[in-house]
Every structure is written in C-alpha cells, then in structure tokens.
DNA sequence: CTCTCCCTT
C-alpha cells in the first residue's frame, strides 16, 4: 500500500492463483480509496468480473451494492458502489464520456498480460491520464497493473508509455510445484501420442485428475469418444457419461471396445506386415507421406521417457504400480508384442483398472455439459477432462494432477491485405505451455508430460503469443480512437502498437465506409522562405460517430444508421445482431453419420426458411432472420431449448442475439427522437420490398466484401472448367474463392454476391492437402447497385448522356446521372446505373451548367436569356478557353462547391462569393440588377 | 460437397 500511495502506477507480478485479484482491492479499500471515488478493476472476460466481485464482496462481508460488477448486458452497480469489476470494454467505453475518469480513485488492470485489446488500450490511455489528473492536483488517480511475472517487461521496457519506469512488486505464488516432463522426440501425430501417455498415466500413475490439452471442438470428441470405448464409464448417480445411455448400449460399448483395443494392438502388427511387403515386392515405391492424423490405427508405444516418469514415482514408493503387475523396469513394448497370451494379458490388465470419468472442454459445449467437469466423477472413477485452450484461462478444472500438453493450438490469422481469415495449428508459446501446465499444481503438486521435446520447446516456441493488437483488424479500434479526438493512431502510446499495413488497412476500409474523411492541411514551413507542406490526415464524419454510437462492428454501426426509413430498423437491429454473434447455427452434415437424421431435418428446414424469390437472394442472412424469429416464437410458447435442439440453433447464441437486440434498440431510441422501438418476439416477416433494401444495405456495410462469379468464357485453359465452374472471383485477389457449401445459395450461384467472411483451408483432394478460399454468409446483390451504393469500390469510367442526360435533383440537393463504371483491379465492367455524380471537376462543370439555366437558384432564371455564354456551352471541350467558364469553375472548385448547400455555406461568410464571377456571364447592363439580387438564395 | 481457438463494447 505504501508503495501505491506514493507512486501514480504500480505494476504488481504475480502467478494467477497468488489472490491478488481478490486481495489488492480489499487493502486499497480499507486504505480509503473507497472514500475518495470508485476503486475499478477490470477484467478481460464477463465470467471473471461476475465471480471476482461475488467473491470479494463475500470475503469482505459487505452487500453487492458495495461491491458491485458491470459489464455488457447487465450489472449491479448502484450509488453506493465502491469497488466495482468490469470487463475491460466496458472501462474503455466509460471513457468515450468521462475522459479523466474522474469517478475512480483508483483503476486496476487485471491480468495485463494476456494483453487483450482493450487491456492494451486502457494501459495506453491510463498512462496519460494519470499524469493529467496529477497535473489537476486536487484528486489524483493511481492506475495498478496486475500480469504474470514474466510478461511484466513489456511494460516496464517500454519508454512511450511510461516516462519513468514504474515499481513492480513481486507477489508469490501459491502454486504446488509440477514436474515437468518433456518427450525425447516431438512426433507430429500429437492426438496419437496425447492419447497413449493418458493409457500410461491411467494405468500406471497414482489417482488425480487428468488434464489433455487439444486444439480443436473435432480432436476433443474424437478422443473423447477413443478414451471412453477403451475405458467405458460406470454409472454414476446423476447418470452415465453423456447422460442417456441406457445400461445395454454401454454393454454395446465394451463389446466394441474390445475390437478397438484388438484394432489397436492388430494396428501395428498390419502396418508391421505392410510395410515389409512393400520393401521386398516394391523398393522404389518409398514416397514420403504427410503424416495423417488417424486415431482408428493405434499401436501402442515405442521407447519413451514415461519409463523414467514411472521409475520416479517408483521412488515414491507408491503401490498401485506393484498392485498392476507392471512395475517400472517392465517393457510393455515386450509385453504387447510377444503373442497372444501377452495380448490378451495386455487387454485384462486394462480392464482390470478403475474407470475412467473422460469429459470434453471447450467454448462452443453448452453451458451444461460445460458444468459437469465441476462436478466431482463418480466414486471410484479418475476424473479426464479433453479440452481446448478454454482451460487454459478462461475455465479451471478442480483437482487436475496430470497435464497431458500438445503443446498446439488453433489460431485464427488475418490476411492484412486481403481480410481472408484461416485457422491454423501451430506451436503455443513458452509461456502458454508453463500455464497449462501449471493447471496441474492447483490442489497439490502435479505432473505436466509435454509431447514435445526440450530442444523444440527451446528453439521454436516464442516466449509470448502476440499481442491481440497486431493479429486482428483493427477496424472498430481505430474508428473509437478517432471518435476520442485521437486523429494520429500511429503515435498512441501502445504497449505494443499495431503494424503499420494493419492501420493503413484500417482506415482504408473506413474511408470506404464513409467514417472518416481525408482532410488536407497546408502548413507553411518556419524559415520565411514560404515554403508550404500539405498534410493529409483523416477523420471522423458525422456517419462515423453514429456508427461507433453502435457496439458492434463499423460496418454494422454503418446499416444501422442508414436502416432509418421503410420501418426497417426492427429488422436491420435483428440482422445486425443476429451477424455479430458468432456460431448460432450448428454445422450441418459435416462430421460422421451419427448425426445425419438430425442433420438432415436441419438442413431441409433451413432450404424452407430460406424461401424464394427476394427472401432467397438475401441469402444466408435471411436464415438468420428466420431461424431468431422462429426461436423467440417458440421462446414466447415455452419451448426455446426444445426448438434449438430440433433445429440445431445454439441456445447461448439465440439469448446473446436478444440481449444485443435490447441494447441495440436502446441505442436506436436514445439517438433518435420520436423512436420508441420495442424488441418484438413476433416480429412479422420483411415484406418484399424489405428484404430488397435489406440486400442493398448489407452490401453497403461489405464494400470489401463482394465477389463476382466467374464467367465460364473467361476460364482459358480447358483443363480448369472442371475446377473453376463454380469459382468466384473478388475484386483484389486472383485466386479463385468458393461459396461454402453451408450456403443456401450455394446451388443458385448467382452473379454478383456480397459475404460476410472469406477463408482459406486445406482441403483433401486424394492423398494430398490443397488450400482453397471460400465465402459464407452470402447475398445476391444486383450488378446496377455497386455504382450506386459503393462508389467508393467502383472505377467511374464515364458520365453517360444516355439513356438520360445528367439532371439535377432539388429534394436530394445533388447531380444525378447514369454512368459506365468498373469494379476491381482487373476492370470488371458494370451496367449502367444511376448515381450522384462524383465531385470532381466534371460535377463543377454540370453545377455551373444548372447554376446558369436557374434551376438550381430560381431567381437566376430572368438572368438567363441574357447570358453571353449559354449553360450549355460549360460542358464543351473549348469551355477551358473561354476566360469567364474557365474563372467560373476554378473557384467553384477551389471552394469544392459541388451543390446548392455549399453555395449557402459559403454566402454565409461571404455574401459576395461567386457574384464577381456570375456577372462576367451577364453583359453590364445586368450587373447591378444583379448585385441587388444577391445572394439569390431563398 | 464443407470450417471454427478464445474473447469483448
């Protein structure tokens, strides 16, 4: 407390499990900082910040109104409040209104070193704004980082954020100590190996619970189910494993997993055989193969160090290992090869072995099967829990003694340039690896077995994954930043700023959006030479701040405020929602046939809501649509959770999308008067018209999202049509794309399409892997709208005087005309479509026209039999010469006068603007009727 | 003829 008191920030390092989180805002409130404002704590994720104030309001004994949490959706925070948990988002949004914070005494960041976006954000923030409440004087702000020891030097090392380098206090941890064990080789198959050294630890090792760390929902399941046929469930009183299983279907079970272990042992012996064969019959046939991941073709192992593992425990004079006949100098690769009679000792021997209670793990398993790993296994049983990098922060498992580690996970990367997304399994980092592994020392000292071995570790696992900041878009990030006043985001004092490209990229794409405008500045040079430089920054529009008014992504900020006509705002909330949570329709058909009757039914189900006509071309989004209308159809009879399960729609999505359209429409109705909109579970379907302007609005948030079917005369080599038939192109890529097969457009194949997500995976096609891009969440749009609705991704080529000559529309206050235009580097062509012409001189030229002809000002219109050059006579080519066109359009220019409203703009400053120009058109007799005219707006 | 780690306003 004494070092808090005395320094603005103060970095605490600690392990998770040290009881800072719940300690540190305790002292700071029994040291006052209660007394003098709010003590905030935030956290990157909701779970957190809902039991870290429960618990702490416990531990403290003080009511929830004291100490209180906030985040997206809900809260209890009140008057009285003193230590409030928030999710970091939340803090950051707080901050948009009350820039210096000035609420808080003091503001924790907790777990920094996971550096989440918004972590990393608020730290730059803070940094400045601690000094600028210390700058005030009377009510200074302390700012505590909280992050795991080893990550603390990425802010203490960093001279922007912090001018001195804050104290860092060391907490220990209470931690059990974990042996780690690393393998001698790092094999690729590491499902194969995660499977066998959980065999080994289970047969083997003392009880305690087992911890398999995986990379994906599929390799979860797949060795959840291996495990369960190798060593099946007992009944518990609350049911057997999956819950259902009846007593016969689990003698079923041990009936095949006597195949299994057969196939298992058989496995190698075949391979054995296959292999010699191949070397005697066919010597040159020896290509390399990928290794393919295939859990059906288990052998048992080779030499590793579990020997050594066993040998240790050994000296731990532990009996079970007697008790199985298998002590530690036995070599069961002896044991399993040497006949029958060791075969089926091998089989017996497992059998003979206490039950194993094998649970899945990861983020998309609903919330109630999540719970079971919190419950204890029944009585006898050794509690396995496969899981994803869930249990790596987010969830921990009770009483884990063993981690198994691939030392692998999924991650998601961006294409900076192209926006096509992948997934990819690579290394985890150092310190990843020392977390999962620290998972087994929380109730005791623990063992982690690492399939990998210590050079790999070493030599190819980073120290840290990298920042959030430098793997996403930052999209959303730059347009609030801007909207804080924060116009140059390459010089925030970011802990880690975010590359150059991925910025650039960023502001591109609002630009396209329509967010941010290019301002140019001319700065004239110090030295009095005057010399000037011109300086081009950008900046939020109004559009831009309506759009980040929104918590969600811009491109939807962007639908929403232009939703504002046809009553469509009902649906575009719903759509918005329904397009920003992630994963509410299960996948259908693609795994095994265990779930195709099901799958099926979902699928015929998904074909009728999609329906025909304008309800079909708006594609996948409108199954969304369907799909929430149905499900708070059935929420309204009763019967939500029933309705999910038969339509395979993700119960957790459906009540995220609610809540979003709650807080959307509280937004609509905050930001525009006379709105009193309701969230209405029997929202009536779109009409026709409706579904039109919801394709033309989606297509207005994915600018860079449109593709354009392939067409079959632009395929030039014949070997390709067969490849290339249904491929797509985007307007920046070569490569080909293909719409997912998720897709309810998928056979329609329409012309021109918008999507919500392209990405790149390895298909199988034979024995090898190719990689191919596809698109989801598909929308027809029409060719004619690009021009109209996206300008800015289309190449105008040419104003067309036909079908109809450019004309100037008063209600809208611009210049209308059809145009020829293309869209994409290689110039696809585009028909003619009706647009606001673009500002550029040719739209001074058409101004001016119609400034002359008195259609834009009418009390011009006596001037314009006297005119020495006709309105006309502007667009030609000679006009440059003629000295009164050419002085005309220079200043229009100049003053970027492209209608009506900038003339009025500027007469407001100058009510002499244009009139010194508007009379070299009049002879002089005219000039001073003229004057007395002036300005002849309304 | 086919994907998906984890989070957040």
Redesign the pocket.
Known sequence: METISENQITILAGETGSGKTTQIPQFLYEAGYGERGLIGITE?????AISMSKRVAHEMNLPTDVVSYL???EGNVTDRTKIKF?????L??EIEVDFLLSKYSCVILDEAHER???TDILMGLLSRIVRLRAKRGTNSLRLIIMSATLRVCDFTENRKLFLDTPPVINIDSRQYPVTVHFSKTTPADYLREAFLKTVKIHTRLPEGGILIFL?????VNTMVRKLRKLFPPVSSTDGTADGKRTPDAAADDRAEEDEEFDNILRGKKARKKASSTKKRKNPSLTIPRLPQIDLDAYELPHADDTEADLHEDDHSSDSELDEDGLDGGDDEANLLDGGDLAEDLGISQLKRNQPLWVLPL???LPPDKQQRIFKPPPEGSRLCVVA???AE???TIPDIKYVVDSGR????LYDKTTGVTA?VVTFTSKASANQRAGRAGRVAPGHCYRLYSSAVFNDEFVDFAPP?VQQKPVD?LVL?MKCMGIDKVVNFPFPSPPDREQLVGAEQRLLQLEALEEITTRTTLKGGTGESRTQTITRVTELGRTMAAF???PRFGKILALSHQHALLPYAICLVAAL?V??V?E????TEEDTSESSKLWRQKRKAWAGTGESLLLGDPMILLKAVGAAEHANSKGNLEAFCTENGIRLKAIKEIRKLRVQLTNEVNANLRDMSLTVDPDMPPPTVTQMRLLRQLLLIGMTDRIARKLPESEIKVKADVRRLR?AYNLPMIDEPV?L???SVLRKELPEWVCFQEA?E???SIGEVGES?T?I?GITAIEPEWLPKFVPNVCNIVDVLEEPQPPTYNATNDTIECYVKATIGKTSWPLPAALVEMPRNMQRCKYLLKFFLSGSIFKKLKPFRKSLLSSPDSVLKQYSASVPRIDAALKVLLANEVYNAARFSELWNVDSKFFLQEYREFLPVSCHDDVARWWPPKK
Do not use: C
């Open positions: 990157p994720r909701r779970v957190a985040i997206r959706y928030m999710t970091d988002g939340v950051l949004k989440s976006v918004y990379t994906g929902q599929k390799e990861y983020s998309m994803t990098n869930v922060t987010s969830l996970q999924k991650t998601k997934f959030e959303g609030q918590p969600v992504a920003s992630q994963e329709l996948e259908v058909g693609l249904h293909f997912h097969a998720g990405f995976t390895t298909v191919k596809f989801r």
